[in-house]
């Protein structure tokens, strides 16, 4: 049994460019404490704009993070470009906002991304709203991860893009579900002390912000149905992650929302149905520019979680000059050969031992074929006439082109395997049994 560090980022970045010393400030509250560093980081952005050089926030991220000198990975990452401002027509030009989500992994730790359950991107009517998902696993426990930016004025509206993004993740299905973003519920009415629906203007209650929050945010608060009936909880915040002051103490107030611009509109909400992910702390992180002034009109939030696997996801995954050495040698030749397919690469990796143990290491591995050869080798001892590795490897090759062969044959053992391959030397079974150089 394994526990596995998860910590999620969500940020509005608010169509500006964010410099290197806040992502320093981000880098820093990752983190537990100095001497724990998360295992796999999930990153939701909105509204967020690509440096010069092409690079997202996961990708910044990634760079800053190490592990015993290695660099975290950028799993998985996917964005869709907004239209934030759409009567000005420079927004259609240049450096465009996206809505993102990404998923970046310390060196050692085995995880994946399902494609059982492909990753996909859900629309809103808004040009600017939406969100992204994907599957992830984490030894034996997948989780749906979810980032959005869900529909600002309309809470039915919310509700569907909430609805569409727990379908495309396949939400009944799964046990464990992390849902973040800017989630666009702002503190009710009540805590309005007047109103003034001319001016647009509303002020607030006299009372702490926590108490505020406590009082009249609907997310923490539990008063948001299309997040109720799928189970999914929201830690109560501190701060507002938005607050958009005017003069004289006031609040912009939109009368067809019947709210006012004030609230924890991010946050980061777990549903985990088998107590497999535990919901550790959440908070509101304040970043600045090298001015002192907050960077965006949104502040972010971070929340960690701790997930427990009885299967390890940190198995140590190493090659020895040897026998192994020449039998994943063969594994992977002969899965590679026995694709029958156009579309297919071979890893320079495998002729180099230090190479190879490196790329054992990176984030994903499991899910390519390197990765599959490994796990040959250790499942079957390097016992290259076992009639289970003959198996295996047949049905992955052949599941790995587009066209199937019409008859899969049937084997009971590695004798009859062969006998097979010796009497019909143009199909896919001779191929498995030269390059293995099982045949007598």
Same mark, same amino acid.
């Given at each position: 049994?394994?526990?596995?560090?998860?910590?999620?980022?969500?940020?509005?970045?608010?169509?500006?460019?964010? @410099?290197?010393?806040?992502?320093?400030?981000?880098?820093?509250? %990752?983190?537990?404490?100095?001497?724990?560093?998360?295992?796999?980081?999930?990153?939701?952005?909105?509204?967020?704009?690509?440096?010069?050089?092409?690079?997202?926030?996961?990708?910044?991220?990634?760079?800053?993070?190490?592990?015993?000198?290695?660099?975290?990975?950028?799993?998985?990452?996917?964005?869709?470009?907004? +239209?934030?401002?759409?009567?000005?027509?420079?927004?259609?030009?240049?450096?465009?906002?996206?809505?993102?989500?990404?998923?970046?992994?310390?060196?050692?730790?085995?995880?994946?991304?399902?494609?059982?359950?492909?990753?996909?991107?859900?629309?809103?009517?808004?040009?600017?709203?939406?969100?992204?998902?994907?599957? %992830?696993?984490? @030894?034996? =426990?997948?989780?749906?991860?979810?980032?959005?930016? %869900?529909?600002?004025?309309?809470?039915?509206?919310?509700? =569907?893009?909430?609805?569409?993004?727990?379908?495309?993740?396949? @939400?009944?299905? *799964?046990?464990?579900?992390?849902?973040?973003?800017?989630?666009?519920?702002? %503190?009710?009415?009540?805590?309005?002390?007047?109103?003034?629906?001319?001016?647009?203007?509303?002020?607030?209650?006299?009372?702490?912000?926590?108490?505020?929050?406590?009082?009249?945010?609907?997310?923490?608060?539990?008063?948001?149905? $299309?997040?109720?009936?799928?189970?999914? !909880?929201?830690?109560?915040?501190?701060?507002?992650?938005?607050?958009?002051?005017?003069?004289?103490?006031? /609040?912009?107030?939109?009368?067809?929302?019947?709210?006012?611009?004030?609230? +924890?509109?991010?946050?980061?909400?777990?549903?985990?149905?088998?107590?497999?992910?535990?919901?550790?702390?959440?908070?509101? /992180?304040?970043?600045?520019?090298?001015?002192?002034?907050?960077?965006?009109? $949104?502040?972010?939030?971070?929340?960690?979680?701790?997930?427990?696997?009885?299967?390890?996801?940190?198995?140590?995954?190493?090659?020895?000059?040897?026998?192994?050495?020449?039998?994943?040698?063969?594994?992977?030749?002969?899965?590679?050969?026995?694709?029958?397919?156009?579309?297919?690469?071979?890893?320079?990796? /495998?002729?180099?031992?230090?190479?190879?143990?490196? !790329?054992? !290491?990176?984030?994903?591995?499991?899910?390519?074929?390197? @990765? !599959?050869?490994?796990?040959?080798?250790?499942?079957?001892?390097?016992?290259?006439?076992?009639?289970?590795?003959?198996?295996?490897?047949?049905?992955?090759?052949?599941?790995?082109?587009?066209?199937?062969?019409?008859?899969?044959?049937?084997?009971?053992?590695?004798?009859?395997?062969?006998?097979?391959? =010796?009497?019909?030397?143009?199909?896919?079974?001779?191929?498995?049994?030269?390059?293995?150089?099982? *045949?007598?």
């Amino acid at each position: 049994m394994g526990k596995y560090k998860v910590t999620a980022l969500t940020w509005n970045m608010g169509n500006e460019n964010v @410099g290197p010393d806040s992502v320093d400030t981000l880098v820093e509250s %990752l983190k537990r404490d100095k001497s724990s560093s998360p295992d796999v980081i999930l990153v939701s952005t909105q509204e967020a704009k690509r440096t010069w050089g092409n690079r997202t926030l996961s990708d910044r991220i990634a760079k800053r993070m190490a592990h015993e000198g290695e660099k975290y990975q950028v799993l998985h990452q996917n964005d869709f470009r907004v +239209v934030t401002k759409p009567k000005n027509p420079l927004t259609y030009f240049g450096n465009i906002p996206r809505t993102h989500l990404g998923i970046i992994v310390k060196p050692g730790v085995h995880v994946s991304i399902d494609h059982i359950t492909p990753p996909g991107t859900i629309r809103g009517n808004n040009l600017n709203k939406g969100g992204l998902y994907a599957v %992830l696993t984490i @030894g034996d =426990q997948k989780i749906g991860v979810i980032g959005c930016h %869900l529909d600002s004025n309309d809470q039915k509206q919310r509700a =569907q893009e909430t609805k569409r993004l727990l379908q495309g993740v396949d @939400g009944k299905k *799964l046990d464990n579900i992390i849902f973040m973003g800017d989630l666009n519920e702002r %503190l009710n009415s009540e805590s309005l002390q007047t109103i003034d629906t001319k001016r647009k203007r509303a002020v607030l209650r006299k009372e702490e912000e926590n108490k505020l929050i406590e009082n009249h945010d609907p997310i923490s608060g539990g008063k948001v149905s $299309h997040f109720n009936k799928h189970d999914i !909880k929201f830690n109560q915040l501190d701060k507002f992650t938005y607050h958009e002051r005017k003069s004289k103490g006031e /609040i912009k107030y939109k009368p067809k929302r019947g709210t006012a611009d004030v609230g +924890v509109l991010d946050n980061i909400g777990l549903k985990s149905k088998a107590k497999t992910v535990q919901g550790l702390g959440c908070r509101v /992180i304040d970043v600045q520019n090298k001015e002192g002034k907050q960077v965006s009109d $949104h502040k972010p939030v971070i929340r960690h979680f701790e997930v427990t696997s009885e299967k390890s996801a940190t198995p140590e995954y190493k090659l020895a000059k040897g026998k192994d050495w020449e039998a994943f040698k063969k594994i992977y030749n002969t899965l590679y050969k026995a694709q029958n397919s156009l579309f297919k690469s071979k890893s320079s990796d /495998i002729k180099d031992l230090d190479r190879l143990n490196k !790329k054992l !290491k990176q984030p994903g591995i499991d899910g390519t074929r390197t @990765g !599959k050869a490994y796990q040959l080798l250790r499942k079957y001892n390097g016992n290259l006439k076992d009639i289970g590795l003959l198996k295996e490897i047949y049905g992955y090759s052949r599941s790995k082109q587009a066209v199937k062969d019409p008859i899969t044959p049937t084997f009971s053992d590695s004798e009859i395997f062969c006998q097979y391959a =010796q009497k019909n030397s143009h199909t896919r079974t001779a191929t498995i049994a030269r390059e293995l150089g099982i *045949l007598v």
